[in-house]
């Protein structure tokens, strides 16, 4: 079969992780007989540069057309005196809006072979693997008015959340559904003690869960979840929260695994899906050759999956990565004091191998 992916690269170690994206998906087009065909695209830092905006125009028409969307990372402290306009985060919300992406499926699992770096004990974390369900389109990083401005009383400032009842129940739906998939609980996060949208949010997912009647509902307030997150992770199977809440929920989330390089996410809607690791453009290793590249692996097996609808190669990068941790591989993030770690291509590299043993052994 044949594919056509939009990269956009992005800043920082962006185009080293991606580098080995692109590699590991023609290497899975040379295993299992695809064809993989890439157009690259600028967004972020890159474009503000190049192009004077974080997203062109160009890019967002690549995206449309494309089968699915790889990205790298965006942003870095170069642009941090930019407009709010020109910032790359700007870039990135506006891509997803542009592809109407409202959903954002972040999996957390802690590999065994790793409890020992995460900064939590080893009996917290035992059988951790949940998913976190994130809205990506409404909520305060969207609604207007947002301005600042002078009053008599001296600087004022107004950040305004907005949603619709059609937003929360989309993103409630594609939880239900995929707590169905799983282990049949779903925890839905809010501030329903405090916030009107939450109080709506609820409503929602009560209503809701009339049609999954399999599925159990767990109401959470947000702050409890956060305290949950690091107290008794292994109780979650689908966590499903408002934007802002998610951002930071599954952020808190990543440090259980031991290392933010880990983790990929999913952004799912209408047009075509984007996925991306959920750590940030590293600036201050940039150049080095020592980004963790597995988190933008492990995005590759999530693309394979929900857009691609190619399953068992999905899996089976899933298992070479489990694989590589396993035989004590590490890149430098995960690596102890005194530990030899390999750098991004290396790793890369030792994925690939693993993955092209498997399916000897297969075969």
């Given amino acids: 079969m044949n594919f056509q992916i939009a990269i956009l690269e992005g800043d920082g170690v962006g185009p080293e992780i991606v580098k080995e994206a692109v590699l590991l998906l023609n290497h899975i087009g040379e295993q299992y007989g695809h064809s993989f065909e890439f157009q690259y695209g ?41 407009t709010a306009e020109r910032r790359p985060e700007a870039g990135l919300l506006q891509i997803r809006k542009e592809l109407q992406l409202f959903a954002n499926i972040r999996p957390v699992k802690v590999f065994e072979t790793l409890a020992d770096t995460s900064p939590l004990k080893e009996e917290v974390i035992k059988d951790v693997d ?172 999530l693309m394979l999956r929900y857009s691609l609808g190619l399953h068992q190669e999905a899996q089976d990068i899933e298992e070479a990565i489990e694989a590589v941790l396993h035989y004590g591989y590490r890149t430098k993030d995960l690596a102890g004091p005194s530990e030899k770690f390999l750098t991004t291509t290396e790793m890369g590299e030792k994925v690939r191998t693993t993955l092209t043993s498997k399916k000897v052994i297969m075969n």
């Fill in 42 to 82: 600028k967004i972020g830092g890159l474009a503000v540069d190049e192009e004077g905006t974080p997203l062109p125009e160009r890019t967002v028409e690549l995206c449309k057309k494309s089968d699915a969307v790889l990205l790298g990372a965006v942003g870095g402290p170069k642009w941090d005196n930019e």
């Fill in 130 to 301: 949940f998913v976190i369900v994130r809205e990506l389109t409404g909520g305060i990083y969207f609604g207007t008015p947002r301005e600042r401005r002078m009053t008599e009383n001296g600087l004022e400032v107004i950040d305004t959340l907005v949603y619709k009842e059609s937003e929360i129940e989309r993103i409630l739906r594609e939880a239900f559904e995929l707590a169905n998939q799983r282990n049949k609980k779903l925890t839905s996060v809010d501030k329903a003690n405090v916030l009107e949208s939450s109080r709506v949010w609820r409503e929602c997912a009560n209503t809701l869960s009339k049609h999954y009647p399999e599925v159990e509902l767990q109401h959470m307030l947000v702050d409890n979840a956060a305290m949950q997150l690091i107290k008794n992770p292994s109780q979650f199977d689908v966590i499903v929260t408002e934007n802002m809440f998610g951002d930071i929920l599954s952020d808190e989330a990543s440090v259980i695994t031991g290392s933010i390089g880990l983790l990929p996410s999913a952004s799912l809607g209408v047009g075509p899906s984007l996925y991306e690791p959920i750590h940030g453009s590293a600036p201050d290793i940039a150049g080095q050759n020592s980004a963790n590249p597995l988190a933008t692996l492990s995005s590759v097996a």
